[in-house]
């Protein structure tokens, strides 16, 4: 299955470059959704009776999150129970600069398209393997879902106000930060092969690393003060003014004085120019 020609119609700085996409739901779909966007050529492969399981994710029956997900990408219908099937995926391999998958650690394996095996159809592949907990460690057979790593990494801890019970995301918050991250992981991979002529390799990604990488800073902060960081609701640690505010009509403002000049310039739009000394603010470096 040969790669297709660049068309007059083809845009965007990834337009030379073939995805493989076997995942499913969210994180491998942003992934991919976010380098489709950029030009790839993004061949989903997808049940053919049950579809990707992101479509059942539904608003007044839209397929909203799909809809959102898989614009720029081609679909493929294949199911990968099937001896045949698989070797259609071995074929897309053969052209591709890329192949993401979201199994459970070791299916890939178990139906014959282990890493060393489609390494050895396609030298230059970068494989992405997007997992719960990883493909190595502890917890690499464990269930691992965004809600489970939001709570476990202490990302929801953190989330919500004082005097309530720890905050999980509205949003898929844990998939979508571990698919910015792959996709970042995938083209750093890629652009090895292509500047050094290296081999290709694999990526692994937890969802549980990157959503902890955000809220690092809490971990060293407990280090260097031995006292865990507390929810605080809309307000911030280190800048003040920080809240969202009502106002006389009903409506809501955001403001933040993240810098020490931000913040004397909101009290004197609101007429509170004694507040800057009040220490209670405190003072910030002006950058």
């Known amino acids: ?3 297709p020609k660049a068309s007059e119609n083809s845009h965007g700085p990834l337009s030379d470059i073939r995805i493989v996409d076997l995942s499913r739901l969210v994180a491998g779909n942003m992934v991919t959704h976010v380098l489709a966007d950029l030009g790839a050529d993004v061949i989903k492969v997808e049940h053919p009776q049950r579809g990707d399981d992101l479509r059942r994710w539904r608003v007044k029956d839209c397929e909203v999150f799909w809809k959102t997900y898989s614009r720029s990408k081609r679909s493929i219908a294949l199911d990968l129970n099937r001896d045949n099937d698989r ?3 071995r074929q897309l391999v053969e052209t591709a600069d890329a192949l993401v998958e979201n199994f459970v650690p070791g299916t890939l394996e178990r139906m014959g398209l282990a890493p060393e095996q489609l390494l050895s159809m396609n030298r230059r592949l970068v494989i992405v393997r997007l997992s719960g907990w990883g493909q190595t ?3 690499r057979d464990k269930p691992g879902f965004g809600t489970l790593v939001e709570a476990m990494s202490g990302f929801a801890d953190l989330n919500g ?7 999980l995301p509205p949003l898929a918050t844990a998939d979508m930060i571990a698919g910015l991250y792959a996709a970042i992981g995938l083209l750093t991979a890629v652009r090895s092969v292509e500047v050094r002529g290296g081999q290709g ?7 549980f690393e990157p959503i902890f990488s955000l809220i690092s800073v809490a971990a060293a902060q407990y280090r260097l003060t031995q006292t865990p960081m507390r929810r605080n609701g809309n307000q911030s640690t280190h800048a ?3 809240n969202i505010y009502v106002c006389a009509d009903g409506h809501y403002v955001a403001l933040s ?14 007429g ?3 507040l800057i000394d009040d220490p209670d603010f405190g003072r910030m470096t002006s950058v």
């Not at 106000?161 to 905050?167: L, R, T, V």
């Not at 390799?201 to 969802?207: C, E």
């Open 161 to 167: 106000f004082a005097d309530s019970p720890p905050c």
């Open 201 to 207: 390799q694999v990526v692994d990604v937890s969802l």
């Open 137 to 139: 460690g502890p917890y």
């Open 1 to 3: 299955m040969g790669r």
């Open 240 to 242: 003040a003014p920080r």
């Open 87 to 89: 070797e259609i995926i």
């Open 272 to 274: 509170r120019t004694e």
């Open 257 to 270: 004085g993240s810098m020490q000049s931000m913040a004397e310039r909101i009290f004197h739009a609101i």
